[in-house]
């Protein structure tokens, strides 16, 4: 597999990719053209963020099976896109926090001791020790604008070192909070009580100039640290605050463009600090999202959850190899389901009995889903399945019961529309081997694979002799037969493997006896 790294990624992942097997295209520059033609046979893309990968890019990469993202912000992803492509985005969000919250801390301690400007200008042979007065942490108070990974670390180190708490994060519960030693307020009461405002959320239509110049006037006197996203803060807003005395000083690593422009206002100021997003630029952040973006490139190649996929069902990877087999075998009932059935398609259900109705099966119904589509979608997956089944208006429903018969576990997918449905029922012989059991109300015994013949007949003598005489006459070789019936002489169900493609007029011909009701031939053959 080929996986395009345009972004400088730590080596311990690019080595991890290697050493699997995969070839590792590094491209640091690709941009425009370049960039399109590069990932147009890449299987995976690695970025940080300085790569945008758009709609258009993911549109000409047609192999492509994930993005992984060197970190945790995903805002130069277009992750509908992905979705629309069954491209897996997935991020590495533990892997940098520790080394983003010293930075803040760091950024917090600079900016209130005037570190950079003091050091500039000891470098210049200045000795300006009378007009640095810097301003004591300890006693003052922290506003903390989202209180997640980053940000509850940061709270835990400047708590520690005696800041009084106060955070604004609509989405966390008082619990965590008071854990924390924080008191949830919001975001005006947290501007008006801050010496030191620090932002920590993602860059969302809801955050995007959350701190603009009115917030900043609330803030009179203090600081204002972001480490997180650029566009959360108003630049010119935070230049002009500091510039004019409002704010003491502000400290920033990220900007709403990066790299940052040469005339931006925020250059001008001698109170406003800048570094150049490096709030993840320690050697085991790098080697941590490195590593985890590349475990997850090599799962998606596996077909295995990806841990940090933010569009796909994920799941625990302790309850994976119980689930794994159950991926296959509701994917082949899935494609055997709809191709038994007849018009469209509007509900899809999917039941599991027994141990496997005691897991996560999410992952399980996108893939039979998947085998339900596969028919008509030729770019679905088990990302963009449940997209696909709400873009027809496709109704999707899991069941689970502890009784599975004489089974240990049984997956059960079953199409519908408002006169018709078609079930069918699968198992895994020795936790490996799947059969499918059940075909509506018929109990069978098939090896699901390849090319098989479905007919429902009446049970009378003739009729599989029939069927193998047509087969032979159209070259057609029985590999496996399987006969079931519900009453003696009543209607039949036979499933037979075989080795060649049915055509129409093979099946016609059958169906030209009164005794074979319907012959189906079904392709479970990758295309
Ligand atoms: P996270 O998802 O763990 O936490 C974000 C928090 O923001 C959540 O608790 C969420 O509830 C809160 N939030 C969301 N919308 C909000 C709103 N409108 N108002 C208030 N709170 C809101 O993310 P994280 O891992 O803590 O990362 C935080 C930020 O730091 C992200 O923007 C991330 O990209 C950035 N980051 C930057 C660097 C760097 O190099 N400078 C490194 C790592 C992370
Ligand atoms: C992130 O989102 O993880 C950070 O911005 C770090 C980075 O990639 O530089």
């Not at 996986?3 to 990719?17: C, F, K, M, Y």
């Not at 689970?400 to 078609?422: C, G, I, P, Y």
């Not at 198992?427 to 090896?447: M, N, S």
Request: proline share 4%.
């Amino acid at each position: 597999m080929k996986v395009l790294v345009t972004d400088p990624i730590a080596d311990a992942g690019l080595e991890r990719l290697r050493e699997a097997g995969h070839e590792v295209v590094t491209d640091h520059d690709a941009e425009g053209d370049a960039l399109v033609a590069a990932v147009e046979d890449a299987n995976a893309l690695v970025v940080r963020s300085g790569t945008e990968v758009t709609a258009d890019l993911l549109a000409n990469a047609p192999e492509l099976q994930i993005v992984g993202r060197a970190g945790i912000g995903v805002d130069n992803i277009d992750i509908d896109a992905a979705t629309d492509h069954g491209v897996i985005v997935a991020n590495a969000p533990e892997g940098n926090v520790r080394a983003a919250a010293e930075h803040t801390v760091a950024m917090t301690f600079a900016t209130a001791r005037s570190i950079p400007q003091a050091h500039a200008r000891l470098e210049t042979g200045e000795w300006a020790k009378g007009e640095f007065l810097g301003t004591e942490l300890r006693d003052k108070t922290l506003g903390v604008v989202g209180l997640g990974r980053v940000g509850q670390e940061v709270a835990k180190r400047l708590g520690g070192l005696g800041m009084d708490l106060v955070a604004y994060d609509p989405y966390i519960g008082e619990e965590r909070a008071e854990q924390l030693g924080a008191e949830l307020a919001e975001l005006d009461e947290t501007l008006e009580r801050a010496d030191v405002l620090t932002i920590h959320t993602p860059l969302t239509p809801e955050t995007e100039n959350m701190i603009g110049e009115e917030e900043l006037a609330r803030l009179e006197g203090g600081y204002v640290v972001n480490c997180a996203r650029g566009g959360i803060v108003d630049e010119p807003a935070l230049a002009a605050a500091v510039e004019d005395g409002v704010l003491a000083g502000a400290a920033v690593d990220v900007f709403a463009e990066e790299p940052l422009p040469e005339d931006s206002p925020l250059l001008d100021v001698d109170d406003v600090i800048v570094t150049p997003h490096l709030g993840a630029s320690t050697a085991a952040a790098q080697e941590n999202v490195a590593t985890s973006i590349a475990d997850q490139i090599l799962s998606a190649f596996l077909g295995e959850p990806v841990m940090n996929a933010l569009n796909a069902p994920s799941m625990d990877a302790a309850a994976f190899p119980r689930v794994k087999p159950y991926i296959g075998l509701a994917e082949t009932a899935g494609r055997i389901a709809v191709q038994l059935f007849d018009g469209h398609v509007n509900e899809v259900e999917v039941e599991y009995a027994g141990d496997i109705a005691e897991e996560d099966v999410e992952l399980v119904t996108a893939s039979a889903l998947k085998g339900v589509f596969l028919p008509i979608e030729s770019q679905v997956n088990a990302v963009n399945a449940q997209e696909i089944a709400e873009q027809r208006g496709i109704e999707v429903s899991e069941t689970k019961r502890s009784q599975a018969e004489d089974f240990t576990s049984l997956v059960t997918a079953t199409v519908h529309n408002d006169d018709a449905s078609v079930s069918v029922c699968g198992t895994l012989f020795a936790g490996e081997d799947p059969r499918i059991v059940r075909i509506d109300g018929f109990r069978v015994d098939a090896i699901p694979g390849g090319r098989m013949i479905v007919s429902r007949n009446t049970d009378e003598p003739g009729v599989i002799g029939l069927i193998g005489s047509v087969m032979g006459e159209y070259d057609i070789n029985i590999a496996g037969m399987y006969n079931a019936r519900q009453t003696i002489g009543g209607e039949a169900m036979t499933v037979y493997n075989v080795d060649q493609e049915v055509p129409d007029e093979a099946r016609e011909k059958l169906e030209e006896d009164p005794r074979v009701i319907e012959t189906r031939y079904i392709s479970l053959e990758d295309e």
